[in-house]
């Protein structure tokens, strides 16, 4: 069921099993909202109605047979991602509200509140998601992007330099959101590389019994000189069709004739294999500068944004 097709008024698909709370529901948005109401009684049904007309905003029950509001906020959030969901919450699902929004819920009501919250909470998750829609639409006339940073001998700035270029590869139309996440793990170990083991020369030897002794040495070098001083710079260049990151250290570099081969046969990762596996199985191509103190990675995808 739902109401009056009209391409310029965004529906929201309401999933519940209950007849009378979709009819609560129904009668709340249609009194203070200008939108079309589609209904689901699961989460099976709303997976499939999303597969015939992507709703502007899902707006789920917690606890439903077949498939729960959790199970479906984690199937919407890995097929069709671009859909935020919100949840109606009743007393005692407090938990599950909060393993979903973990999960990917982009905000709840709970069910006692819906009176007075539903709409305001639903003009903000749309509001947000036009405004992401139509940045998006801006960003699919991207051509090129080109970036350097410089970074501190801190782990923690990785994640999110990491997150910004995996955005931008999906922005540009490079890769789609898995290929990027690949593509985001190998910048990771190199970059992590390029700390550890250039600026800081710490040796993987040393977690061959654990990783204590190696974060122990790594953040006391951290404050010691020469390591201190020393950066890793980060070259990266994007256009639809590939993306190349050079990474560069400060360190005296190593001998990369002695880099092992991922693909012979006798080749199992060792504490210092695991990064350059990781980077050659993601990356269309990994390539060393003379001395070991510069890493280019560069990873091409085809029109369909797939990830080579």
């Known amino acids: 069921m739902s109401t009056p097709t009209s391409p310029d008024v965004p529906a929201i698909l309401v999933v519940d099993d209950s007849q009378l709370e979709q009819r609560f529901v129904a009668k709340l948005l249609e009194s203070q909202g200008s939108w079309r109401i589609i ?12 597969g015939r007309e992507v709703p502007a905003v899902v707006l789920t029950d917690i606890q439903m047979p077949q498939m729960d509001g959790l199970t479906l906020v984690e199937k919407i959030r890995d097929q069709f991602p671009q859909v935020p969901v919100v949840l109606m919450t009743g007393e005692g699902s407090e938990r599950i509200a ?39 639409r801006v960003l699919a006339g991207l051509t090129r992007r080109s ?4 970074l501190e001998n ?37 970059l992590l590389n390029a700390m550890y083991h250039g600026n800081l020369e710490v040796s993987s030897e040393l977690r061959e019994n ?21 950066r890793v710079r980060v070259d990266a260049r994007m256009i639809p069709g590939s993306a190349t990151f050079v990474i560069a250290d400060q360190g005296p570099g190593f001998d990369i004739s002695k ?13 210092s294999g695991r990064g350059i596996l990781l980077m050659r199985a993601f990356m269309t191509e990994v390539r060393y500068n003379s001395t070991g103190n510069e890493v280019t990675l560069v990873k091409t995808g085809d029109h369909g944004g797939k990830c080579d």
């Open 39 to 50: 209904f689901a009684n699961n989460g099976v049904e709303a997976l499939a109605a999303i």
């Open 98 to 136: 909060v393993e979903a929004l973990k999960a990917g819920a982009a905000d709840y009501v709970p069910k006692q509140a819906l009176t007075h919250d539903l709409t305001s909470v639903l003009e903000r998750v749309l509001s947000i998601r036009q405004a992401e829609t139509r940045r998006f």
């Open 147 to 150: 970036s350097q940073f410089i």
């Open 154 to 190: 801190d782990p923690s700035l990785v994640p999110p330099l990491v997150a910004l270029l995996r955005d931008d590869m999906i922005e540009i139309g490079l890769c789609d959101i898995t290929g990027a996440t690949r593509a985001g793990i190998a910048l990771e170990e190199a």
């Open 210 to 230: 654990g990783d204590d002794a190696f974060h122990k040495l790594a953040a006391e070098r951290r404050g010691q000189s020469p390591y201190q001083a020393r």
């Open 259 to 271: 880099l092992p081969d991922p693909e012979s046969p006798d080749y199992i990762p060792g504490p």
